[in-house]
Each structure stands twice: as C-alpha cells, then as structure tokens.
C-alpha cells in the first residue's frame, strides 16, 4: 500500500511520467491496445468515443475526506433552498419556474431524500485544497459507464502496475446504486418485495448502454427492471405500464427540460405521478438545484437571510460569483473588458452546450457571444474558476509528450453519499464534453 508521504514527497504524475518515458515503445503499445479496447467498449456509441490519457488520476483518502466534507455542506446547503422553495410562495419567484413545472416540483416527497442520485462537479486545487462548485447534475446524472470499463482498463496498463502496485481501488457505481435505490422503494412501499423497475429517457437521446448496465444490475440483484421510451408509458388511471408490463418505481433518466419541452407526448407519465400511483427515483424538485439559477439564488439576500453563519460562510468560499447576464450586469461587472475573468453559460442545457470561458476568445470574439447570449435570453455570467493543471500524456497526438490538463472532477452521490469520482481534463479554457478526456479515477 502507497502512504500518504510518498504521495507527498513525490508526485505520482512525475513517477508515472518518468516510468513512461523511460518505458516509451511499451506504455505506447498499452495505450494503443486500451484505445482499441475503447473502440470495441460502450463508450464508443453513436460515432463518438470516449478518450483518455495515459494514466488515471490518483486521489488519496485525504482528499477525498476532503471531497465529503465538501458534499455535506453542499447537501445542507440545498436541501434548505430546496425546502424553502417548496414552503416559501415568495422565494420561488427567485426561480424561472412556473406551470406545470412549479407544480411537479411542489409534490410531496415520497421519501425523505430530495434528491436521490446526483453528480456535483467542482474545482479542486490540489496544492491549497480549494474547492470550487461547478455544476449539479441531477436530472439523467450519467458517465458511470465511463468509469467503469476505464477503471477496468487499468489491467493493460503496465505504468499502473509499476507505480502504484495493487495499492489503489476503483469505484463500483453499478450494485451500490440498486442498494441505494431500493431502499427509496422500501420506504416508500412498506418493505414491498420484488418491484417493476423502469429506467426511463427520450431514448433517442440517452446513453443506451449505460442503461443496460444498470438493468443488468438490477436483475442481477433479483428485481424485474425494463428500458423504456417516456413517452411509450400507459396509465390507466391505477398503474403505470409499458407494453402491458406495470411498472412500480421509476429511474428517471429523463432531463426536465426535456419533459417540460415534450410535455404533450408525456401525459400518461406525468398523471401516474401526480397521482402517486407510482414511486419515482428522481422527482421534479431535484430540478431547484439541477438548474444553473440556483447559483444566482445561493448568493441572494433572500437565502442568506436563512443559511446560518457558517452556511453562507460555505457559500461564499465555494460557489463562484454568478448573475443574470444582461447588457448592465456586464458592463457593471467588466465583463466586456475582462473577458479572462468570466464564463457564460445557460440556465438549463447539457453536456456543455452554450458554455462559453473568455479565456478561450479573442475580446472580439468574446463580446460577439456574450451580446449574442444575452439577446438569446436565459444566460448567466459566472466568475471563472480557473482548472488546476496537472501533467499527464495523450498518445493519440502525433508527438505525445508530458503536457499540462485543466482537471475538474465530479463526486456521484447516492443519497448524499460519495460512491464515486469522475475525473476529466481538457487542454482548453472549460472542460466540455466536445473536448474533454475522461481519466479513470483511483484512491490510495
């Protein structure tokens, strides 16, 4: 086993460089036959696959002591915005939230959890250990699959045998998650036996084999579980099915945004919850966090009024600035002129899309999209938090060599606790699912 003053007094990024650039022709051939192996996995899926480097990202139990304390305070933080939406008619009209979705949201909670399954993604710098919030996916969390075949990938990697032995563990994303999610059922039901899970999306937008990875899971733990299309669900006023099969709780996969933007084709679904005639794993107010407002909200007078000390004190040592971007907040901030301190992003899009770094833009490029973004409407500007840079080698260039990556890394919680940690690095200004390369993450 590594101690934690080897980790210290030697970085584990220079062994593992020094090991592969000593042992070049041999890591490049591991590397070769680990893309191979990507080509031929889930992760290449729909024309597009997964790429990584040439060794993972190493976090010790010191970190990731760190990494809880960290979601903790998140978690307290958002269950209290999160309740105070549901209690307060006023603080909600902080929030873009209104119809029919303001009405999901204000369901009664069928469990004590509010938000079951999420991945908070943040900024850790690894020489002060600060910590910055990103972003809080709830809504279709996704990319255990990545972790899983890149942490098993790891057995072709010669480097990782030589410098870290059999001292590291890897993460299980898959069994922990159906252990998690039935006991949501088991409070909900009573202790119900044998439930009719559905894992449910748009499947014309879903990760299909992920999907399936976790049926497997939950067969594997002997619970009947199906895939299926939202919009293809049948309720009958009593039960919920797809194709003649009930259905008794659901793993919603399905962004909320995309049900509220193809509500009509979605009614039997939307019915059967309202109704509560069937348990949802993943319900409407987990979205008062999944969408990007909430770091507007975080900052407001109205949610310091009833975070205690310490709480706003977390809240302002780790949420970045963050407004509504409009034509006086961003000449009332500088954001024209100092285009390297700021990043503009959507309310509620995903995988990256219309996140925009100055840092990545010429000023004439900069001000074009920002004057276009706040025209569009929906946009926030947010303080940019600038990615820790740490070596590491990508294979696939035509002259690889140790170069520096931004890192950002993201912590899967099931029911507020850690089971997980996905680590992605990006030679650019943000870390974006278009250019990012995804690590396989590992403890000492």
């Known amino acids: 086993m590594i101690s934690w003053e080897w980790v210290n007094n030697v970085s584990y990024e220079d062994k593992f460089i020094e090991y592969i650039l000593k042992n070049y022709d041999e890591s490049k051939k591991d590397f070769d036959e680990i893309a191979k192996q990507l080509q031929m996995s889930d992760l290449n899926f729909r024309d597009k696959c997964t ?5 993972p990202k190493v976090f010790t139990t010191n970190d990731m002591k ?14 209290k915005v999160i309740e105070r939406y549901i209690s307060d008619e006023e603080y909600r009209k902080l929030f873009p939230y209104c119809g029919e979705l303001e009405k999901l949201i204000l369901l009664p909670k069928q469990f004590h959890v509010n938000i079951p399954m999420t991945r908070i993604d943040f900024f850790y710098n690894e020489k002060t250990k600060g910590i910055k919030l990103c972003e809080v996916n709830t809504d279709g969390t996704g990319a255990m699959n990545k972790n899983r075949i890149l942490s098993d990938l790891l057995s072709y990697n010669t480097a990782v045998r030589e410098v870290l032995g059999d001292g590291y563990d890897t993460f299980e994303l898959f069994d922990t998650w159906v252990n998690e999610f039935l006991s949501l059922w088991n409070e909900y039901s ?17 990760t299909l084999n992920e999907f399936k990875r976790f049926k497997e899971a939950f067969e594997r733990n002997g619970i009947s579980c199906i895939v299926c299309d939202i919009r293809e669900l049948e309720y009958d006023g009593e039960r919920l099915s797809y194709q003649g ?104 899009l995903y995988y990256a899309r219309g996140v925009h770094a100055g840092v990545d833009y010429t000023a004439e490029e900069w001000r074009e999209l920002v004057e276009q973004s706040i025209e569009d409407g929906d946009y926030l500007m947010q303080e940019y938090c600038t ?40 030679a650019g200004g943000i870390i974006s699912h278009q250019n990012e390369r995804v690590l396989a993450s590992v403890t000492i």
């Open 51 to 55: 790429k990584t480097l040439a060794f």
């Open 66 to 79: 760190l990494f809880s304390d960290f979601i903790s305070g998140c978690f307290t933080v958002f269950n």
């Open 190 to 206: 009573g202790g119900k036996a044998n439930p009719s899970v559905a894992i449910v999306d748009f499947l014309d937008r879903g």
């Open 245 to 348: 099969q009930a259905v008794d709780v659901i793993y919603r996969r399905a962004v909320t945004s995309d049900i509220i933007e193809n509500f009509d084709s979605v009614l039997p679904f939307i019915a059967a919850v309202k109704d509560d005639n069937v348990c949802i794993v993943g319900g409407f107010r987990t979205q008062v966090i999944h969408n990007k407002v909430s770091f507007i909200v975080l900052h407001k007078k109205e949610t310091q009024a009833f975070m205690t000390d310490e709480e706003n004190a977390f809240i302002r040592r780790h949420v970045p600035v963050t407004k509504e971007l409009s034509f006086l907040s961003a000449e009332e901030e500088g954001v024209f002129e100092n285009k390297d301190l700021w990043i503009i992003k959507p309310f509620d």
């Open 387 to 426: 990615p820790f840079r740490t070596k590491n080698i990508d294979f696939s260039e035509d002259n690889p060599e140790a170069r520096e990556f931004g890192n950002m890394t993201g912590a899967f919680c099931y029911n507020e606790k850690i089971y997980g940690i996905l680590s992605q690095q990006s």
